[in-house]
């Protein structure tokens, strides 16, 4: 099945930084989301972004589908952006959606 | 985000028992899914439904069963409980397209000693 593999697997920043996290997948998708899980263990879902590039506050994405990789910006970070990251992808159909391992990303004020 | 909640939210229970965890969806979500979360392991599928009484395994499903008998409410079962069933188990929902928004209830907390 596709892999998908997550880098930075740990990040440290402080606060009003920006930062990068990438998400890189092993076959063609039409599908890829990626959440926030905060540090009480909620998931949020921050984008539905199978291609192009979408804005959400101080959040972005963008997803290179030729490229096989998708990018989520941070900028301006505050400590309630800390947490895990996880990018999804279709394992066996649209809507089976396999899971990265994560970036945690930790906002220091 | 979608009305998604789970019960219990914190559970102990002993091995060999059974125990069922719910999951109930007020949006007319027509695809639910069961996912387990593990240090290490991430986020994995257990199983999921395309429509009342239509379920199918996902990449974890041994051990577990599902049932789906009204579009809103999505159940999974434990029959004879171990250790390493100890987990914390998210239940999710997506709409009427299989490319739409995934979203998760908050969570079950499942301890098995």
Not at chain 1, 95 to 108: D, S
Not at chain 2, 58 to 74: A, C, I, L, P, Q
Not at chain 2, 89 to 110: I, V
Request: proline share 4%; charged share 15%; aromatic share 10%.
């Amino acid at each position: 099945g596709i892999q998908v593999e997550q880098s930075p697997p740990d990040l440290i920043l402080q606060e009003g930084a920006n930062s990068t996290l990438r998400c890189n997948f092993s076959d063609s998708v039409n599908n890829l989301q990626w959440f926030h899980q905060n540090p009480w263990g909620q998931l949020i879902n921050l984008f539905y972004i199978p291609s192009g590039t979408k804005q959400n506050g101080r959040l972005s994405a963008t997803t290179v589908a030729t490229e096989r990789y998708s990018l989520l910006y941070i900028s301006s970070s505050q400590t309630t952006d800390s947490g895990v990251y996880f990018c999804a992808v279709p394992r066996y159909g649209n809507n089976r959606l396999a899971f990265g391992k994560g970036n945690q990303v930790v906002v220091i004020p | 985000d979608a009305g998604i909640t789970q019960s219990p939210r914190h559970k102990v229970t002993e091995t060999g028992t059974p125990v069922t965890l719910r999951c109930h969806q007020t949006e007319n979500h027509r695809y639910m899914y069961w996912y387990r979360q593990d240090p290490g392991h991430g986020l994995r599928l257990i199983h999921y439904s395309y429509g009342v009484k239509d379920t199918d395994k996902g990449e974890v499903s041994d051990g577990y069963s599902v049932s789906r008998s009204k579009t809103e409410d999505f159940l999974l079962t434990l029959e004879s409980a171990t250790s390493s069933q100890t987990s914390v188990y998210f239940c999710a929902s997506q709409g009427g397209a299989t490319n739409e928004k995934l979203f998760f209830g908050s969570g079950t907390q499942l301890s098995v000693l």
